[in-house]
DNA sequence: CTGAAAGCGCTTACAG
DNA sequence: CTGAAAGCGCTTACAG
């Protein structure tokens, strides 16, 4: 490994004067710059990010704080993961993994240790304990989702309610009145107040009732096991349904070959729109399904983008909304004349 | 933040002696070490991690090396992260997410800063530039996956073969005579020479030598678009097929509504395994599919494990081969008598 | 514009 | 068993 002070050495000049041309934080003649630089380049230097972060007071790393639960709910959340690291990245900043209970214990114990600047918090929750640690601690932050008090702090979030209303919009205007939104139940384990959730029954209820439609609203359980019944469910519950609303992919494999089993077929009896989905999994059904992509990558960058801001400049970045992009498919059609 | 100064001070004791009973490296007289401790927990101190990997020259923080590409082939990734993130934690350690190009260029420059100890590399294949860069630069590391040369190094991967054998035991057991093998194409960017791919068709042909098996395989290409064609392509190709052995994910989902338009139920007219899947993507499945569950999470904890003990012991942990689970399912029957 | 020096918060020979 | 001191490789006032 080669040191400043050997870069220093061999260009003849101070290792104060190295470290000025290398942040560019002091003006330097161009002639000793030019020096400096060529004896970096000849001696391969590189400056090492741990002194530096000690030096400095700054470790250029941030965390990425995720609940240890597991979810049936994550189809976006590898691409978001890669996204903020490579955001990071490009931003000159490194991401850790901290998985972390929701009691905020173990971040607590994290943070302790040092070794970021700054943490992205994902699957924020209404009332998230961890926030409080994170307050407490005086360690910025910016949330993936949105908590109860959210709009006191950096967050980026999915636009549900844009992406429902288009969702439903796209329903309606092909004619569909009775349109069930089918969600997962809120009193399951990991899913109490769930934002996803909760915020898509909200704009859906807000759209039907512009739109004089009747509330119809599926839950069903995060069991592996319940996704076979989920069209006996809907068929019973909702007969005279001739759309639903799809909020969790694993749930959509379920309701599909059910709704087949019942001899109804997709889009001629029933319409589907699989909601925060990812292209891979809905492109090869047959059909392909109608969804609305969930926007990971961008949210994945415009997480670590709002934190690094919030650390460069000390200025929260506004809240951005992404809303999902629709992805016309084979899954919907105008409902059959009754 | 409290330093280890404070706490000598407050215990009236040399920070070395404070630094001795923090990292159990030297003998330390009860009564002292008491001292020391209760002065640690009153101040609340927490020894800084970067300070400390400046001075051991160990940062304790390992890199999650993942190419770039968008693979469709994902189901286990994230759990993979994730699993190793919690088991780095669980050692002490951190794990930072290293999105590099296959060229190992970016490999190179990141490495130059000096930020991590060693490296666990996810995707590797079979002439891995990547594995140069890291033994030029003596960066102890650990794959994921093999190389062609991977003997010579710390691995961990999936036991294609044990796992291949298993499935195609079960449909052999079950009564199946002209079981399909449907991989992904390796001709595809970024699938050359792809690991799971090859070992899987390698174990596939060794199986059926042995049982004296028709050796029938189909390739897809990895289009999203490819998978509504698959069911048209293998009952064409194979017209007498009685099982299939998937192993993606999502062309699985192309290939089984294929089926059904087709006519042919599962598994009463063909049987259907999916390999490599995770649960939350079979078991909603109607009927819930027969698969081998990927051990994500386990390779993830051994990955992380064997990095670690090579960077602690400097002592490769013999290479670890992990069987899928097979779990079984509704998508698998006897062949109907013909 | 450049340099000498202190300091970031630890670890680790070395001495006693 | 304990301490004084050097040092990890940088950054950053402070002086000139």
Redesign the pocket.
Known sequence: ?????E??EHA?????????V??D?????P???ARIERSMAELG????A???A?????TRIIALVHPVVDRLFISSSLEFMISAAEEAGRLGYHLVIWPAGNDGNELRELLGQ?LVDGVLLMEVQLDDQRIGVLSDTATPFALIGRSRDHHRYSYVDIDFDTSTRQAVDHLYGLGHREIVLVLGSQHDEGFQSYGPYVRTEESYRAVAAELGLTVSIMEFEHTVASGQGLADRLLTEHPEVTAVLMINEYATLGMLPGLRRHGRRVPEDISVVSMLSSSAATALWDPPLTFMHSPGTELGRLGAEALVRLLEDNEPLRPRLVPCTFEAGGSTAPPRAS
């Not at 003849?12 to 000025?20: D, H, K, M």
């Not at 934080?25 to 003649?29: A, I, L, N, Q």
């Open positions: 490994m080669v040191t400043m002070r870069v220093a003849g000049v101070s290792i104060a004067t190295v470290s000025f290398l942040n934080t002091k003006p330097v003649t002639s000793t710059r230097f590189r400056r090492n741990v002194a530096r000690l030096a400095s007071r700054r040092g």
